[in-house]
């Protein structure tokens, strides 16, 4: 399985934006990045997924670098409900979702 | 609104004591996961289901077993928890391996005495 890198925790405060990196250097031609994250005492949520160009959703965007091996989930106005734990993950259709250890975003008011 | 359904939410049994978790959804997605989340940790696949098709993963313990009566039900069992086995569990659904958007339930978390 291909593996990504990402830091273990980050700060931001509220109301500014938040860029949350992923290294995934060994990613595949076939491979999806996805992000989700998990709120605490709930069960992970999907946030967006890309292949090659950037995306945006109403929760985020997903800039994807050209070469593929890096990614960066923005959150352009983070408020205090978006204190989570954010997994990025690299998806094919063949192998199931396996979760790295993700990054611990703490909002400060 | 609810699309994935975990029942019960906390589980407390015996060291020893079969237990059942129950996972249920509205999503008519074909393919189910059982996830254990031990604390502080990410979550790990034990394993799915694609229809009725069984895959296990390879380091998924014996003692853990699962059962998918039709599509909107699905059940892990623990035949034999240990206190290693304290950890919540989470059960998702997506209409297509691979690609597609997963949908969690909000988890079980089961305590063993």
């Known amino acids: 399985d291909a593996k990504t890198t990402q830091p273990n925790s980050m700060e931001s405060n509220e109301e500014e934006p938040v860029h949350l990196p992923c290294n995934h250097s060994t990613i595949s031609g076939t491979d999806y990045i996805h992000w989700y994250r998990q709120l605490p005492s709930q069960g992970p949520e999907y946030v967006i997924h890309g292949l090659t160009s950037n995306v945006n959703n109403r929760m985020a965007s997903l800039a994807i670098a050209e070469d593929r091996k890096s990614s960066t989930l923005i959150l352009h106005r983070a408020t205090l409900r978006d204190a989570a734990v954010y997994y990025c993950?690299?998806?094919?259709?063949?192998?199931?979702?396996?979760f790295g250890a993700g990054t611990r975003l703490t909002v400060k008011p | 609104d609810a699309m994935v359904i975990q029942n019960p939410r906390y589980q407390v049994t015996q060291f020893g004591k079969p237990v059942t978790l129950s996972c249920s959804q509205t999503?008519?997605?074909?393919?189910m996961y059982w996830y254990q989340q031990k604390s502080s940790q990410a979550p790990k696949l034990l394993f799915h289901?694609?229809?009725?098709?069984?895959?296990n993963e390879a380091d998924t313990p014996d003692n853990f077993q699962s059962r998918r009566p039709n599509t909107s039900f699905c059940f892990l069992d623990i035949r034999s928890p240990g206190l290693g086995d304290a950890a919540m569990y989470l059960c998702a659904t997506t209409s297509l391996r691979g690609y597609n958007e997963q949908f969690f339930g909000p988890g079980t978390r089961l305590t063993v005495l």
């Open positions: 993950i690299l998806r094919d259709a063949i192998n199931d979702m396996r």
């Open positions: 289901y694609y229809d009725k098709d069984f895959n």
């Open positions: 999503l008519n997605h074909n393919v």
